[in-house]
C-alpha cells in the first residue's frame, strides 16, 4: 500500500512563533509532537513573500522566473506542472480544504475534491454547496465574515482598523463568529469528514488542509482572543538610528513611518496586535490537534507522510515591525518558513537538518517518499531527504532562492544578499552573526567578494543549464593555450554587444571592458581592452583586469538584464502603469 500524504498549511505564520522553536509565550502542543516524530529542516525559505505566486512555485515545484506567475492573475501553460495532478493520475484520491490561492493552475490543478474557504477560491468549488461561503450564510452570517480575507471591510463585523498615529493598522479584535462556526474549525472539520469517510487500505490519499490564517484580519474567537495577555508578549527594541540610515529608502520609510510599525503603533498597540496573532496560531494548532488525532484513531498515522509550513511569514513584532508589506521585504521573518515532514512509521523520527532547502521541494520530495516516477515532470526542486546526509561542503555551497519581479534574493551558506533590479541598493547579512537581519552590509567595501558571489549566484539560477557537450565547446572557445595562443573568443572580437547570450555563459562588453561568466565552471572574468597587444582581424587584444568597480557595474548590467527579460504572466500590482513601466523596473518599484 502505497502511503497517504498529508499536507497541513498556514497562511503567514513567522517561522519563530512556534512552541518548539523555543517561543517564549506561544503555545502549539500539537505540533511541538509532530515535531517530535518529524525531521525538521530548520532553514526553509519560499520563492516569493506573497501568497499566490509563493503557492505556485511549491505547487508546481518550479521557481517564479519559470512559471512566470508574480502575482495574482493570468493562467498557467497545460505544460505546467501540478503537485495534485500528478498524484491523482498516480491513484491518488485528492482532496483540498481551505485557502488555495492558486487558481492561475486552472484545469491542471487536479483535486477530486476542492471545498474553498477564501472568496477568490468559491468560484472553484466542486460543490458551491460544500464552502465555507455556503455555511456560514446557511448559519446565518453574512460572507464574507470578519474571520475571511477582506472580510474586516464588510459590515457588520466587530473587529476594527487599529489606530496607529492618525491612520489604520491591522484588523484586530474578538470576531461575531463562535468558535464551532470559526474558519478554522471548519477547515479541520472538513478534514476530518473526509478522514471518517474513507475506507483506510483501499486507496491512499492526498489531503491538501490550508488553514487561511493567522494573515490577517487577527479576530480570533472566544476563547483564543484572550488565550495570551499583553504583559507576556516579547518585544524587543527596534533598530538603532545607525541601523535604519544603511537599510534602503524604502524599508526606512517602513521602519520609521508605516502604520504596522511600533514606531507609529507604539509598544502598547503592537502588543495588543500579537495577542490576536498568536492566539490564531494556537487555535490553528488545536484544529492540527483534531485531525491527527482521527489519524491514529483510524490507524491511519503510521502510513501517512505529514509535512507543516507556510505559505510565507510575517514580521510578527520582530524588529518592530508588523505583517509582511506586499513584496517589499524579503528578511528571513518573511520568506523563510517552518517545515516538518513525518515520515511513514515515524522514521527519522527527531533529526534536524540545517541545510538549505526551498518550498520547490515539497513537489519532489512527496513524489519520492511516495516512489513515483517524475522523470517527466519539469520541476526544479529537489528531494528535502538528500539533505540529511550533507557534508560541510554541501551545506556551505547550497542555495536558497526567493524573487519578486523587481527584487532578486539569494541565500547561500551564512551570507544573505537581496538584490533590487536598476537600483544603487542592496542589502547584506551574515545570518550567522546577525539573524535579526538588521546590520546591512552591502555598501561596506569590505565585503565586495561576498556580494560578487552572492550575484553571480543569482545569475546561475537565472541560467538554463546545458548539457556536458555544450560546456566542453564553451571551454573550448575560451582556450588560450599554446599552441592556439588566443582562444576563438579572441578570433571572435567582432562579437562585442552589450550583453551577449552564449548559450550556457554571458559575456557583458561596455566602453573598453569585457566581462565573461561561465556558470558551470564558475569562471568570472574581466577583461580590458589593449590596442598595442590588438592584431587587426586576428583578435582584439584584451587583457585581464582587476578593476572592481567596472566588474561589479557590468554584472550588475547582466543581472538587471535578466530580470527585465523575464515575461511575467502577472505583476503584484497588475495596473497598466506597472506593466508600460516593466522595464524599467526598481527593485520594490514594482513587484
Known sequence: MKPNVLILMTDQLNFKCLGYKGHPTVKTPNLDALKRDSVEFTRC??????????????????YLFEHRQYGFHGLLGEETPSMPAFFADHGYTTFHVGKAHVHALGELLGFHEFIP???????????????????????????????????????????????????????????????EDSE??????????????????????F?????????????????????????????????????????????????????????????????KLLTQYYGLITHIDSEIGKIINVLKQRNLYDNTIIMFYSDHGDMAGYNGLTNKFSNQIFHDNIIRTPMLVKLTGQEKAGAECDSLTEAVDVFPTLADLCNLDRSSVPIRGANMLGRLTDTEEDRRRGVAFSESYGIKTIVQGDWKLIYYVNSHEGELYHLASDPDERNNLYTDASYRNEVTALKLEIVNKLTKPVSERRQNWIRSLFDNTEPARYGMMEKLHKWNKNIADGGGFWMVCRAGYRMTYLPFDDEFTLYKEDPAQAVPGQHAGYISSNDDEVRESLLNELLNYLATTIRPISLMSGNQQAWDNMLQTKGPGLC
Not at 45 to 62: H, K, L
Not at 127 to 156: I, W
Not at 215 to 239: I, Q, T
Open 45 to 62: 525559505y519560499v520563492q516569493n513573500a506573497f501568497c499566490m505566486p509563493s503557492r505556485t512555485s511549491y505547487m508546481t515545484g518550479q
Open 184 to 205: 478554522e474549525s471548519y477547515t479541520s472539520a472538513k478534514a476530518i469528514e473526509f478522514l471518517e469517510a474513507g475506507q483506510p487500505g483501499v486507496q491512499p490519499f
Open 207 to 271: 489531503l491538501h488542509v490550508s488553514f487561511d490564517r493567522p494573515h490577517p484580519p487577527l479576530s480570533p474567537s472566544e476563547p483564543f482572543d484572550r488565550y495570551y495577555d499583553e504583559n507576556d508578549v516579547p518585544l524587543a527594541d527596534g533598530y538603532s538610528e545607525e541601523q535604519i540610515r544603511r537599510m534602503p529608502e524604502h524599508i526606512r520609510k517602513i521602519i520609521t513611518n508605516n502604520p504596522n510599525s511600533v514606531a507609529k503603533l507604539g509598544r502598547d498597540n503592537m502588543k
Open 117 to 179: 474557504t477564501l472568496p477568490e477560491d468559491t468560484p472553484f468549488a466542486t460543490n458551491p454547496e460544500n464552502s465555507y461561503q455556503a455555511f456560514v450564510q446557511r448559519k446565518g452570517y453574512a460572507y464574507p465574515t470578519d474571520q475571511v480575507h477582506g472580510g474586516d471591510l464588510t459590515p457588520p463585523v466587530r473587529v476594527k482598523k487599529l489606530e496607529s498615529a492618525g491612520r489604520h493598522a491591522d484588523s484586530i479584535g474578538t470576531s461575531h463568529i463562535p468558535l
